[in-house]
């Protein structure tokens, strides 16, 4: 199996980029991915006093996937994610909500001890591993990896661990797939300034959907669809994750728009994704849908 070491990194989504490997549709990749903060916080005495994008997230990649083509859409199976055993949680003054709460930085590194997060002396609890930036390069924009847009970049969903498949647009030939940002645990909304920050391995497969392209990143978990969107405010992300769900319902599933929006408020949940780094970052926002019974997929089924 082919690996992708930790000296092969990008903080940008770039269509210019240099392909740090070539890999063929079906063949799987192991990502050797570092914590957002690159190594930097070593114990608790080191402290992040605010956010320099230049600090954050080099990411595995760019990865080149042989076959796809712009206007296609690559798939990418998240086989499995290995955590390191030590892991990262910091306060920033000023990020995330109640900060106002907190008048200086805190870091606490953390033990992972078999597949728990070791909190405290009398608190743990299961880690829950995602893949935080996940994403394919813009066809002109170069965008730095802790940003989002309907390319993917710092999504930060929790449902894309172990097990889910992950659509993302094909904006130049051959992709161009970037990582990184794993955390072992984190809720929705990663309320404060981070998640538990680790570094990883990350076990991959690609698949390429010919002619259909989709507009935002999608997400297949547990029998259910996440559409993943990011716009200025959360009013404008929210429409744009609805708006597209409902455009899929009604092509895949035959339906009117009426008769979308009242299933959709029914079955559908909306999420937040991640909304601490508000003023640099903005809001990441899903649409959660089920797989109905007997109803065609929302999007093209992958073979891996």
């Avoid at 003054?93 to 008048?103: A, E, Q, R, S």
């Avoid at 984190?186 to 392209?213: H, L, N, R, W």
């Avoid at 978990?221 to 996440?226: D, E, Q």
Wanted: charged residues 25%.
């Amino acid at each position: 199996m082919k690996k992708l070491g930790p000296e092969y990194t990008t903080q940008y989504f770039a269509p210019n980029l240099e392909p740090a490997i070539e890999m063929e549709v079906g063949e799987p990749l192991i990502l050797e991915t570092k914590d957002t903060f690159i190594g930097a916080i070593k114990d608790e005495n080191d402290l992040v006093e605010g956010y320099r994008l230049e600090d954050l997230n080099a990411c595995a990649g760019p990865v080149f996937i042989k076959g796809a083509k712009a206007g296609d859409t690559l798939a990418v199976r998240i086989l499995d994610i290995k955590c390191s055993h030590k892991g990262v949680i910091c306060l920033v003054p000023g990020v995330g909500f109640l900060v106002d709460k907190v008048n200086r930085p805190v870091t606490k590194v953390v033990k992972i001890v078999n597949d728990k997060v070791i909190f405290s002396e009398r608190i743990s609890f299961p880690i829950n591993p995602l893949l935080g930036i996940i994403g394919t390069v813009p066809a002109r924009d170069k965008i730095h990896t802790t940003l989002i847009g309907d390319h993917g970049g710092n999504i930060d969903c929790k449902e894309i661990g172990p097990g889910a498949l992950v659509y993302l647009p094909v904006n130049v030939d051959g992709a161009l797939f970037v990582a990184g940002d794993v955390h072992a645990a984190q809720g929705d909304g990663e309320m404060t300034t981070s998640a538990v920050e680790v570094d990883a391995e990350v076990t991959v497969v690609f698949d390429v959907i010919k002619d259909e392209k989709v507009q935002m990143p999608i997400v297949k978990a547990k029998n259910r669809w996440f559409i993943c969107g990011h716009r200025e405010d959360i009013d404008s992300a929210l429409t744009a994750v609805v708006e597209y769900g409902v455009q899929l319902i009604m092509r895949k599933w035959g339906m009117n728009i009426e008769d979308t929006l009242m299933l959709l408020t029914q079955v559908g949940d909306l999420q937040i994704s991640q909304y601490c780094i508000r003023d640099i970052v903005g809001p990441s926002m899903r649409l959660s849908i089920p797989q109905l019974p007997g109803l065609p997929p929302l999007f093209r089924e992958a073979k891996v």
